[in-house]
């Protein structure tokens, strides 16, 4: 293809991204306030961390007593609303623009190079959710801390903006610090990283991963700071022993001399033969001759008669 045919190309796959983004996006924003599928709506789900916070300490703004934020502005709801639609649409149309992306990509790989960024791109979604899942459950113990700090004193009205964004973001963030096992895993499949280096700096990474958790998490409370970082630990050990079994695996496929200088010769044995074991070696004797293989012997010529009164016969003889 030529570069035009590239460009073309591209185009096109971005404009059915962005429709399905649209389509996400619409389906989001219905799904906020009305149920789908009989589940439960996107705001009920997004307000359950801060609905199961004890009565006393949060501030109660409605006539029949329901669970609910406070809006401080004309159009924060409306634009809110929007927002976490989007949000929920960028989900929703995953499937689409991911494999726009793999069809555009795909044709410039070779067949283990497709099979490589198959593999890193499914794993990269299972962690992000998982890290979103994680997140998900530690908001409410994060809350609990910080709205009952000071419960004696004061009642907590969060307003919907600065809810939505501490949750949002702290949804974000646990997914992307999920993504860090996999990059480990992926340097040292390119040689970047061995497994005897980051064996010899893990207690260095443990600490840094906490000194990471500490100021990367809204609102800096310890349950979550504590909950990423002994996450991000596991699968940082994981992804450590990854590197271990990766290494064995391509030192036994690796020959010795690989390893060897340009200038240096490799050896004339093999690497588990000892050359001073082997006895002495034995003179060579003389080789039998063989005949011809499948070969008829040869017939002998038939004899002529001699006539003395035949001249040609003489003749034959001399």
Same mark, same amino acid.
């Given at each position: 293809?030529?570069?035009?045919?590239?460009?073309?190309?591209?185009?096109?796959?971005?404009?059915?991204?962005?429709?399905?983004?649209?389509?996400?996006?619409?389906?989001?924003?219905?799904?906020?306030?009305?149920?789908?599928?009989?589940?439960?709506?996107?705001?009920?789900?997004?307000?359950?961390?801060?609905?199961?916070?004890?009565?006393?300490?949060?501030?109660?703004?409605?006539?029949?007593?329901?669970?609910?934020?406070?809006?401080?502005?004309?159009?924060?709801?409306?634009?809110?609303?929007?927002?976490?639609?989007?949000?929920?649409?960028?989900?929703?149309?995953?499937?689409?623009?991911?494999?726009?992306?793999?069809?555009?990509?795909?044709?410039?790989?070779?067949?283990?190079?497709?099979?490589?960024?198959?593999?890193?791109?499914?794993?990269?979604?299972?962690?992000?959710?998982?890290?979103?899942?994680?997140?998900?459950?530690?908001?409410?113990?994060?809350?609990?801390?910080?709205?009952?700090?000071?419960?004696?004193?004061?009642?907590?009205?969060?307003?919907?903006?600065?809810?939505?964004?501490?949750?949002?973001?702290?949804?974000?963030?646990?997914?992307?610090?999920?993504?860090?096992?996999?990059?480990?895993?992926?340097?040292?499949?390119?040689?970047?990283?061995?497994?005897?280096?980051?064996?010899?700096?893990?207690?260095?990474?443990?600490?840094?991963?906490?000194?990471?958790?500490?100021?990367?998490?809204?609102?800096?409370?310890?349950?979550?700071?504590?909950?990423?970082?002994?996450?991000?630990?596991?699968? +940082?050990?994981? =992804?450590?022993?990854?590197?271990?079994?990766?290494? %064995?695996?391509?030192? &036994? #496929? /690796?020959?010795?001399?690989? !390893?060897?200088?340009?200038?240096?010769?490799?050896?004339?044995?093999?690497?588990?033969?000892?050359?001073?074991?082997?006895?002495?070696?034995?003179?060579?004797?003389? +080789?039998?001759? =063989?005949?011809?293989?499948?070969?008829?012997?040869? %017939?002998?010529?038939? &004899? #002529? /008669?001699?006539?003395?009164? !035949?001249?040609?016969?003489?003749?034959?003889?001399?």
């Amino acid at each position: 293809m030529t570069l035009v045919e590239h460009i073309k190309e591209l185009r096109r796959r971005l404009i059915i991204s962005l429709i399905a983004l649209a389509v996400g996006t619409v389906l989001g924003v219905i799904w906020f306030e009305h149920s789908v599928f009989g589940l439960p709506t996107l705001g009920y789900l997004l307000r359950e961390p801060y609905c199961r916070l004890p009565d006393e300490v949060r501030a109660d703004f409605s006539a029949d007593g329901s669970c609910r934020l406070l809006a401080t502005g004309p159009f924060e709801m409306f634009g809110l609303r929007f927002k976490v639609g989007g949000l929920a649409g960028l989900v929703f149309a995953s499937p689409v623009w991911l494999s726009q992306l793999w069809l555009f990509i795909t044709p410039g790989l070779h067949k283990n190079e497709r099979r490589s960024t198959a593999i890193f791109v499914t794993v990269a979604v299972v962690l992000f959710v998982l890290g979103a899942l994680l997140a998900y459950w530690v908001i409410s113990f994060g809350l609990e801390f910080l709205l009952t700090f000071a419960s004696e004193s004061s009642t907590t009205a969060l307003n919907g903006k600065l809810y939505f964004s501490f949750l949002i973001g702290l949804l974000l963030i646990f997914g992307v610090s999920f993504e860090v096992p996999l990059i480990i895993g992926m340097l040292n499949i390119i040689g970047v990283v061995t497994y005897e280096q980051l064996k010899d700096k893990r207690r260095i990474i443990i600490f840094f991963i906490f000194c990471f958790a500490a100021p990367i998490t809204p609102g800096q409370e310890p349950m979550s700071m504590v909950s990423l970082a002994i996450a991000l630990t596991l699968l +940082v050990e994981m =992804s450590i022993q990854f590197c271990r079994f990766n290494d %064995r695996r391509r030192d &036994r #496929q /690796r020959p010795e001399w690989a !390893d060897l200088d340009d200038d240096e010769a490799s050896p004339l044995y093999s690497p588990g033969a000892d050359p001073q074991s082997s006895g002495p070696v034995r003179g060579s004797g003389p +080789v039998a001759s =063989s005949g011809p293989l499948n070969t008829p012997p040869e %017939r002998p010529a038939p &004899r #002529q /008669r001699f006539d003395s009164h !035949d001249s040609s016969g003489f003749d034959d003889v001399l």
